[in-house]
């Protein structure tokens, strides 16, 4: 499972059922999708909220029929049930804020526990600490696009993007893309993705040579028979896990190429994932956006058959027995 899937299709349906909402301030079932993608994804407050909503433009009458009283009855459990979870978030907030535990992590741990607008309010409270920190503006930026704050969220969010284009938090381009994303900005995220797999190469590339033999590992510390294994097995890892990050980005890229119908691009972008991992575990899916795009069945493995000069002087051929 990537994060295409999963988080990303989240923001792009939040985002959108969000400016649904807005245009369509009296539909009904618009509201009904909203509130059944909050509580799928467990935000407790918005989903209290859209609770209400849903009240306010579905009163009760003496002329309501059966089923409008069984789903209004259905309506109040729910919002009984998400008040409980809001009051207990709300009241773990304050605490924690009264004992001086740092703002975004409340912030963070309120989000985690349903909390969205709780979330978002903690750091709207203390508008000089959001400015300094900018990963908290970094992720203020992405509960107010679930929150349908749309416009402030990619205000926000370009601000992060100013501030951190110079060197800025880890992940600081993957929230600003995601903003793009569910705006159908697929050229911007494409070039942050893009952008964020070069550093990303670049910074396993600088770190594995920092590592360099004698500079961390003494081979008299570690022994003639682990020196240096040591040091070419923590660089392989290193550069393995790399690997992995870039070609998920570059699975991400491919997929917004896709949806912007750039086809020949995203060929080009699937082909080029595939060569540079090819052990990739996302492989299958690789192999089958590939197979949808040009009609190609790849191989599910790629073997290296070509030998390495230096182990040709190792291989003994056996010799011929006497006839």
Not at 59 to 81: M, V, Y
Not at 163 to 175: E, F, N
Not at 226 to 241: D, F, I, N, R, S
Request: glycine share 4%; proline share 4%.
């Amino acid at each position: 499972k990537t994060p295409w899937s999963g988080l990303y299709r989240y923001y792009q349906a939040i985002a959108a059922l969000q400016q649904a909402a807005m245009l369509q301030p009296h539909d009904v079932d618009v509201r009904y999708d909203l509130l059944s993608l909050l509580e799928k994804t467990r935000r407790s407050d918005l989903a209290l909220e859209t609770v209400r909503q849903i009240k306010q433009l579905q009163p009760f009458t003496p002329n309501s029929t059966d089923l409008q009283r069984q789903q209004r009855e259905r309506l109040l459990n729910t919002e009984l049930s998400l008040e409980d979870i809001v009051a207990k978030i709300d009241e773990m907030t304050q605490q924690a804020l009264a004992a001086n535990t740092d703002r975004f992590q409340v912030a963070a741990a309120a989000f985690q526990a349903g909390g969205v607008l709780t979330a978002i309010r903690t750091l709207e409270e203390d508008a000089v600490y959001k400015e300094q920190n900018i990963a908290a503006k970094t992720m203020l930026g992405t509960w107010l696009l679930e929150a349908g704050r749309v416009r402030e969220a990619h205000e926000t969010l370009e601000a992060v993007e100013q501030i951190s284009a110079a060197g800025g938090a880890p992940g600081w381009r993957d929230a600003v893309a995601v903003s793009a994303l569910a705006n159908a900005d697929y050229p911007r995220a494409i070039r942050l993705w893009r952008d964020q797999a070069r550093v990303t190469e670049t910074s396993a590339g600088e770190a594995s040579l920092m590592t360099l033999p004698f500079l961390t590992l003494n081979p008299y510390w570690l022994g003639a028979d682990q020196y240096p294994l040591t040091h070419t097995v923590a660089a392989a890892q290193l550069l393995e896990g790399s690997l992995g990050e870039v070609t998920a980005l570059r699975f991400q890229i491919a997929m917004s190429q896709l949806e912007s119908g750039n086809c020949t691009g995203a060929t080009q972008t699937l082909r080029q994932a595939v060569e540079r991992d090819p052990a990739s575990p996302i492989r299958p899916l690789l192999r089958f956006y590939l197979l949808c795009t040009t009609n190609e069945l790849i191989d599910e493995k790629t073997t290296n058959t070509n030998t390495i000069e230096e182990f040709d002087s190792l291989s003994v051929e056996a010799p011929a027995k006497d006839k």
